[in-house]
């Protein structure tokens, strides 16, 4: 079954379903194209529709490329390609601005056919495909049966001076939160290309230091620490792998302008900061930091954006992601890495390397980037201690542009795994769906493993008005807050959180929705494993359980403006009782009360 999807702001979601064989070169035949126009002609729809194959030709260092056939994404199109038929007069030079002269460096054009259905109304556009990874999604379950409620409030110290970032990179010492890289504005355009989608301008080449229980900040350029122009740039990179380990924060990767080469680029940069040093010395606001408190590296492995790193059974482990060199544009698409890439850092204080890379087999189903990979704990299955692993939730983007649905499990040496999607019993995942601020909890009682997830972009959501859940394909910003379970079985299931974002809204009242690209961080004192995952069975009364910073607030759902957050909830923990423990309390509580009158009584 062929499904397409028909997105138009101007009237109700519509879609239509052909029975087509499933072969991919079926999908391109005149006959199905025959049948699509048919259908949308009967509909009274505008339609166009352009069949574009490209040719495969690896376009050398140094080649300067022409009008007639000039690189969008880093595919070759000829002059009347597939982005100018979206259009009634467009042409190419709509989504690549760059001049005709620029050159471009060792770029590959892919040979593959490309199917652009569009439909022109309201003077905008709306294309068909393969929305998601899965046409249908697990039922999601209320809160019933979580053994704790969580609560987000707003901190007390909110205060003008905060930076507004997202996308960032992060860790703490002492209390005190360093922040580098990052986006100091909010979602890249969507329709613009080059400098107009990722302006150089937002990006953030500051050192931030946060103290949330005082509510103060302070910054130092990357200039003062006495770097590089292309270092600079590299720390200044958007959506940057990082992990925290040993009182190291190791960034790798990210996005971002090139102010040498003057284009946009992908870096393969490794940085290691020594945190607290680097913490005091943004504090300090003189002088230079300590030798060697920030060094950098460079190697391919390292070379994503918008993947996930973690570091877990003494090697670093980069979980899927992307490689994207050249301006961002709309249905422009990087090379995914399909993988996880595992190696150790070598790191002796002065001197830093990348080494016994290990890079699993690439597979479709793993081309994932913009996720939420998160750390787990597990039973050994034979008795022995507790195991460490990971869990890659959703992400995007399928061939389609839809979400993924279906968890990746990684284990402790980096092997990736997915159930069977067709499966009816395999776990589907319906909501927050995109990379958010997120918290994980063990028990070992339970042998249950809680992954909270807040807001961000979501294929369902609630709607205010009705209660209703809501499916949407765009993928809107939400403040839903979801639970997503692994039981001792293995088994998921996620859950609707009565808890959501506090109100916040922008001058003209429109909610705000958060989390997107944001960052949990966890307050000092909290019981956790080494792999940073809560105790939950050491959570016993009420608890601050830390912060959430930062990331992208949007005022709608989609369509929308947004900007950077700089503003900190607090996230409080709070124990439910178990039924029989709270059916005693009543009890003694009943009890205590007839005593009471009893006594008055005979008084």
């Given amino acids: ?232 740039d590299f720390l200044s990179a958007t959506n940057a792998q990082f992990a925290e380990h040993d009182g190291k924060l190791y960034v790798a990767g990210g996005y971002g302008y090139d102010s040498i080469a003057e284009e946009f680029v992908t870096y393969d940069g490794l940085a290691s900061f020594d945190v607290e040093d680097v913490v005091n010395w943004v504090i300090d606001g003189s002088g230079a930091p300590n030798p060697n408190a920030v060094r950098i590296t460079h190697d391919p492995a390292a070379r994503v954006t918008g993947g996930v790193m973690r570091y877990m059974g003494d090697q670093f482990h980069l979980v899927f992601g992307q490689d994207f060199q050249g301006g961002y544009g709309p249905w422009f698409s990087g090379e995914y890495t399909n993988q996880v890439r595992s190696f150790k850092i070598v790191d002796d204080g002065s001197t830093l390397s990348i080494e016994d890379v290990h890079l699993t087999t690439p597979k479709p189903e793993y081309r994932r980037r913009d996720l939420n990979v998160l750390p787990v704990i597990r039973k050994d299955a034979g008795g022995g201690p507790l195991e460490e692993g990971l869990v890659a939730l959703s992400g995007v983007f399928t061939e389609f542009d839809g979400g993924w649905t279906v968890p990746v499990e990684i284990d402790s040496s ?64 939400v403040n839903d807050v979801t639970d997503i379970v692994i039981d001792s079985e293995g088994n998921y299931s996620q859950h609707l959180l009565s808890t959501e974002f506090p109100l916040v809204t922008d001058l003209d009242g429109n909610r705000l929705r958060f989390g997107t690209n944001g960052e949990f961080i966890v307050a000092q004192g909290i019981p956790t494993y080494e792999n940073g995952v809560l105790k939950l069975d050491e959570l016993t009364e009420p608890t601050l359980l830390g912060y959430l910073y930062g990331g992208i607030a949007a005022n709608q759902g989609n369509q929308g403006k947004t900007v950077a957050s700089n503003l900190i909830f607090e996230v409080m923990y709070q124990p439910v009782p178990e039924p029989n423990t709270f059916v005693l309390t009543l009890l003694a509580a009943s009890i205590s009360m007839i005593a009471y009158h009893v006594k008055n009584n005979q008084e």
């Fill in 1 to 232: 079954m062929l499904r397409l999807f028909f997105l138009d702001p101007c009237s109700a979601f519509w879609t239509t379903s052909f029975e087509e064989a499933t072969q991919s070169e079926s999908l391109y035949s005149s006959t199905f194209l025959d049948t699509v126009v048919d259908c949308f002609q009967k509909s009274g729809t505008p339609l166009r529709v352009q069949l574009d194959y490209s040719v495969e030709r690896l376009i050398p260092t140094g080649t300067t490329i022409l009008p007639d056939g000039r690189l969008c994404g880093g595919f070759a199109h000829f002059e009347k390609n597939a982005v100018g038929y979206l259009f009634p007069h467009g042409n190419q030079k709509i989504f690549d601005r760059k001049p005709s002269s620029m050159k471009y460096h060792g770029l590959k054009a892919v040979a593959k056919p490309g199917l652009v259905i569009a439909i022109i109304i309201c003077g905008s556009v709306h294309v068909f495909g393969f929305p998601h990874q899965t046409e249908t999604f697990s039922e999601i379950e209320s809160e019933s049966t979580i053994p704790f409620r969580v609560s987000l409030q707003m901190a007390s110290n909110n205060l003008s001076s905060m930076p507004t970032l997202h996308s960032m990179a992060m860790a703490q010492s002492d209390g005190k939160w360093l922040l580098v890289g990052g986006r100091t504005n909010g979602l890249h355009q969507i329709f613009a290309t080059d400098l107009t989608s990722f302006p150089p301008s937002e990006q953030n080449s500051n050192l931030w230091v946060i103290d949330p229980r005082s509510g103060q900040s302070w910054s130092r350029p990357l200039q003062d620490v006495g770097l590089s122009d292309a270092d600079i």
């Fill in 414 to 477: 980096g092997n990736p795994s997915m159930a069977d999607p067709t499966a009816p019993d395999t776990f589907k995942q319906a909501m927050n769906n995109y990379t958010t601020a997120s918290l994980g909890f063990y028990s070992q009682e339970s042998d249950e493993m809680h992954n909270i997830l807040f807001g961000g972009i979501s294929i369902h959501y609630v709607d205010e008005a009705t209660g209703d859940l809501t499916r949407d394909d765009q993928l809107p910003f």
